[in-house]
């Protein structure tokens, strides 16, 4: 029997609401040692997150290996339960949902894994692998599962034909590919794609990244993409928020952000991004940190960057800078942002 279609909500009718908001969103790892295994310490991944993602945007989150991203990922998709804060989706608490009332949440809500290697299961040829979600879910599309996984490779770039053949005969661009009709399968509103392309060959990633953009626009997708590396995200991406040992240090549109990097490990960043023209480079002065990340077991007090930042005073070792809106939609958690215009650098402080 074939599921019925959702009813068009007022939302829906609103290209520029919010699908999902994050209000103080922690998710700390208990550390436990002793016979009784009792809690010493806790990893703090991701430690008070606020924003929220617009109906049919690109939202990136990009920060280094470590810094809480995927945690945050798997927190959206309820793949984790949240230590503490709130996820509100589609004006629904889903913080502390049960599993039984996630299932039909999770025809909403999908996730491209990071490696296209591990996501897919061997022993399974690609119709049945991109056809699970229809079965899990009790769907039957019309003409059939076997039509809507051919109509579903046929989106993505693949041949229809190769319906029975197994992962291995595939690249690793052609693995994501089938990794993104399976997510396409029950026509989800958000789509979080965590690390999508950092498993693949350089060659590759501008292709997968132009697929998203197309299937967005054909599909009616709401992203979340996380990343590492800037210069990726940097021609599909909305907004971008920056990550730093759990906590979001910038938040801005994309144009804003890689015009005019605000916060110090932004600007650091954005000084690694390899450039082609060498004229350019020779103009543009790279930035190298000083030590290592701190552990997010004993992050540093106050403003968690200080310990890495040329920048950095006494009051940024014992005031925490609240994520402030400098500018316009460009938030900022620093005491002394680089880049600041004139008249916001004379404002008083917010």
């Excluded at 039957?140 to 076997?146: E, L, T």
């Excluded at 809106?325 to 005491?335: R, T």
Aim: glycine content about 6%; proline content about 9%.
């Amino acid at each position: 029997m074939t599921a019925p279609a959702p009813e068009p909500t007022a939302a829906d009718a609103e290209p520029d609401s919010d699908l999902i908001i994050v209000d103080g969103l922690i998710k700390h790892f208990p550390i436990r040692a002793g016979i009784l295994r009792r809690q010493v310490g806790a990893v703090q991944a991701v430690d008070g997150l606020n924003f929220a993602v617009r109906r049919r945007e690109t939202f990136s989150i990009v920060g280094e290996s470590g810094c809480g991203k995927s945690t945050t990922a798997r927190l959206l998709t309820r793949l984790l339960e949240p230590t503490a804060g709130k996820i509100t989706f589609e004006g629904r608490d889903i913080t502390h949902l049960k599993d039984t009332q996630l299932r039909p949440l999770r025809r909403d809500m999908q996730m491209i894994f990071q490696d296209p290697y591990s996501s897919l299961n061997p022993r399974h040829p690609v119709g049945k692998i991109v056809g699970a979600p229809f079965r899990i879910q009790g769907v039957s599309p019309p003409g059939g599962i076997k039509k809507a996984v051919q109509d579903l490779l046929a989106a993505v770039g693949l041949n229809p034909e190769h319906y029975n053949r197994y992962p291995h005969e595939f690249s690793g661009g052609q693995r994501q590919r089938i990794g993104i009709a399976r997510t396409l399968a029950l026509r989800p509103r958000l789509i979080i794609a965590d690390e999508p392309v950092s498993a693949l060959d350089v060659s590759i990633q501008a292709q997968i990244l132009n697929l998203l953009e197309d299937l967005q626009e054909e599909f009616d997708l709401t992203y979340v993409i996380i990343a590492h590396d800037l210069s990726v995200v940097r021609y599909v991406s909305d907004r971008v928020a920056v990550m730093y040992l759990g906590k979001i240090v910038e938040l801005a549109d994309a144009d804003a952000l890689y015009s005019a990097p605000m916060h110090p490990y932004t600007v650091a960043l954005m000084s690694a991004v390899p450039v082609a023209d060498t004229r350019r480079r020779k103009d543009r002065e790279r930035i190298l940190l000083s030590g290592d990340v701190p552990s997010p077991i004993n992050p540093p007090p106050a403003c968690r960057f200080h310990t890495r930042c040329w920048k950095a005073q006494e009051i940024c070792r014992t005031q925490e800078p609240p994520l402030a809106e400098l500018v316009s939609g460009h938030h900022v958690a620093c005491h002394f942002p680089e880049n600041l215009p004139t008249e916001a650098a004379s404002a008083p402080a917010r």
